[in-house]
C-alpha cells in the first residue's frame, strides 16, 4: 500500500485546509481493517499525533485541535481526510499521513500548512 497526502497550503489564520491522504494498492476489505492517522512536525519539535481513524470510524483527536479539525474517511475510496477549520499560527507544521495494519507502518510524504497571523 503506498500513500499520497495533499491540500496542504497558505492559510490566514481563521481560516480552513482540507487535508486528504489517498491510499492505493489495497484492497477495500483490508482498508477497512486499517487504522489511519495524521501527524505534524514543526520546525525544531518532534512529530505529534494529530487524529487517528479505525476502519469502523472510531476516532481520536488531540486535543490542541479538538473542536476545530475533524478526521474521516471514505473507504470505497481509499481516502482519509483533515477538515481543518479556525487555523492558528501554531497549527503551521509539516502534516503527514500514515496506515496500520499492512505489516510495517507506512507513511505518505508531508503536506505543508502555513498558517500566518
Known amino acids: 500500500v503506498q500513500l499520497q497526502a495533499s491540500g496542504g497550503g497558505l492559510v490566514q489564520a481563521g481560516g480552513s485546509l482540507r487535508l486528504s491522504c489517498a491510499a492505493s494498492?489495497?484492497?477495500?476489505?483490508?482498508?477497512?481493517?486499517?487504522?489511519m492517522g495524521w501527524y505534524r512536525q514543526a520546525p525544531g519539535e518532534q512529530r505529534e499525533l494529530v487524529a487517528s481513524?479505525?476502519?469502523?470510524?472510531?476516532?481520536n483527536v488531540a486535543d490542541s485541535v479538538k473542536g476545530r479539525f475533524t478526521i474521516s474517511r471514505d473507504n470505497v475510496k481509499r481516502t482519509m481526510y483533515l477538515q481543518m477549520n479556525n487555523l492558528k499560527p501554531e497549527d503551521t507544521a509539516v502534516y503527514s499521513c500514515?496506515?496500520?495494519?499492512?505489516?510495517?507502518?507506512?507513511w505518505g510524504q508531508g503536506t505543508q500548512v502555513t498558517v500566518s497571523s
Open positions: 500514515n496506515i496500520d495494519g499492512y505489516g510495517p507502518i507506512r
Open positions: 494498492g489495497t484492497i477495500l476489505s483490508a482498508f477497512i481493517g486499517s487504522t
Open positions: 481513524i479505525t476502519g469502523r470510524s472510531t476516532t
